[in-house]
């Protein structure tokens, strides 16, 4: 047992409704149990800021603590993360500092990145793909002891060898979204995008974004980011991007105000498309959900591949289903990535061909306001906490 400082919700925070995403959540000190089998204890030295860490904090769609309640009734050899606390974050890049029984290929001063993605590596009836395990969760979102401490509990199959050229602070930043990004657009579980095709990406200068870009770059697609400033312009074209939408200049609403998909909107970025003389998208990296779906199914190409990964505009969204069937398109729902997904991703970052994104670090005291400037949706790439 260690006792660790951390950032820690209490379940009595979420006993009423706050608005505020820094009225929930304190630094303090708690014990972190020693590892189990099959579990090792890392030390962080850095965490990355994740869009699930403003999910957990307003305590919607799901409250943290059903969350973890959900996730030991599927793990039962998980009861020691149901506590009155829950630690959360889901990227962290350390050292081992203890290994439990069972644990084979890693030793305690290994330096490590943490991939979120758990599962019960005793269900193995799924093949290679861990995601359609019943076990399934994300570390330091449904389960406890995650990224924003001193210390952290993780599984053996949670870990990545860290890519020694990079600082604590970018190793601890990629691999949940970059991981997300590779199985959505790369990996025969996803969308699977080939050389010369063009893919679409939404929210193209954020976390999931920067990393879809240089994805599709690396293997040669095409790539038009859509962005809502000119600053996230530029970052996006720094890394690749052949095209821009700025759909802060765009003349009409995506959504009638009854909620139904507006057709002007649609003409409007069809012209466009049109106008870049690249095609309609092959692929549409999706992750805005109720906003976006229709219009994403709408502009991909006859035979094209819509994913994704999220709804943060909700989860509610209308579709004309006669532009997926008549147009043979495809809707594929992808889910983080398996540990053999996150290494190859990783792979990319090791060997320089995908950059890290790293634009804003703070230290854990602050991570209070840091969430909250996140989910004002105030940084390009990745926000990182410095905890050594
Ligand atoms: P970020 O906040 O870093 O980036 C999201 C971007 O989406 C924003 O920068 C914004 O870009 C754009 N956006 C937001 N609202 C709208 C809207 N209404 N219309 C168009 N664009 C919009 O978040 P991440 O990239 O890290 O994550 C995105 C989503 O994916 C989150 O909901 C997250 O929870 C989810 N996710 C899911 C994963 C999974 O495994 N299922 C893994 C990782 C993330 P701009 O304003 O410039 O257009």
Redesign the pocket.
């Known amino acids: 047992m260690v006792t660790s400082k951390a950032f820690v919700l209490r379940k009595e925070d979420f006993q009423s409704q706050s608005s505020k995403l820094h009225e929930r959540g304190s630094i303090e000190f708690v014990e972190i149990p020693d590892p189990g089998p099959g579990e090792v204890l890392v030390r962080n030295y850095a965490a990355g800021i994740?869009?699930?860490n403003v999910?957990s904090l307003r305590g919607t769609p799901a409250n943290p603590f059903q969350m973890i309640d959900n996730h030991v009734r599927r793990n039962l050899r998980d009861k020691h993360h149901q506590r009155d606390f829950q630690i959360i974050g889901s990227d962290s890049a350390g050292v081992i500092n203890a290994v439990g029984p069972g644990v084979e290929g890693w030793k305690v001063g290994d330096e490590v990145v943490v991939h979120c993605h758990v599962f019960d590596d005793a269900d193995t009836k799924f093949g290679e793909d861990s995601l359609l395990s019943e076990s399934q969760s994300i570390w330091g979102y449904e389960t406890n002891f995650g990224a924003f401490a001193e210390y952290s509990l993780v599984r053996s199959s949670q870990l990545i060898q860290r890519p020694l050229d990079l600082t604590w602070e970018e190793a601890a930043s990629y691999d949940?979204?970059l991981s997300?990004a590779y199985r959505m657009l790369i990996s025969p579980n996803g969308a699977n995008l080939r050389p010369g095709e063009v893919c679409l990406v939404?929210?193209a200068?954020?976390?999931?974004?920067l990393f879809a870009i240089q994805l599709a770059k690396n293997i040669g697609a095409h790539v038009i980011a859509?962005?809502?400033?000119e600053e996230?312009a530029d970052e996006c074209k720094n890394f690749g991007a052949d095209a821009i939408i700025n759909?802060s200049k765009m003349k009409h609403q995506l959504l009638n105000d009854d909620g139904s998909p507006n057709p002007m909107a649609w003409r409007e970025y069809k012209k466009l498309l049109d106008q870049f003389g690249l095609g309609l998208p092959d692929v549409v990296f999706e992750?805005?959900g109720r906003?976006?779906l229709a219009l994403s199914i709408f502009l991909a190409k006859r035979g094209g591949r819509i994913v994704t990964?999220?709804?943060?505009?909700g989860a509610e969204s209308l579709i004309d289903l006669r532009y997926l069937w008549l147009g043979v398109k495809r809707l594929i729902g992808s889910?983080?990535a398996t540990l053999e997904e996150a290494r190859l991703a990783s792979e990319l970052v090791s060997t320089g061909k995908i950059k890290t994104t790293v634009s804003t670090i703070r230290n854990l005291d602050e991570i209070g306001q840091l969430l909250a400037d996140f989910e004002n949706?105030q940084f390009v790439g990745k926000a990182v906490v410095r905890i050594a």
């Open positions: 994740n869009f699930n999910w949940l979204t997300t939404w929210g200068a954020g976390g999931l974004g859509v962005v809502s400033s996230r759909r992750h805005v906003e976006t990964c999220a709804a943060t505009s889910h983080i949706g």
